[in-house]
């Protein structure tokens, strides 16, 4: 599901990692995000969050026999 990758790379760049004395602070930071974030940078983790899934297909990868 698409807005739940989105809500992963939201939680790990606001989140992880970080404190937020206030309420307001934590807040403003998910906002900052939304409003900031994601329109300039949208290039970096937009295959993170599509729904667009890679086909492979045999001759990408070797099949090993044990």
Do not use: C
């Amino acid at each position: 599901n698409p807005i739940e990758r989105l809500w992963a790379v939201m939680h790990q760049r606001v989140t992880h990692n970080r404190h937020y004395p206030t309420r307001k602070q934590f807040a403003d930071a998910i906002l900052v995000f939304f409003r900031d974030t994601i329109p300039r940078e949208w290039h970096t983790f937009r295959e993170q969050v599509s729904d667009n899934f890679r086909i492979i297909t045999h001759q990408d990868f070797r099949i090993l026999e044990g």
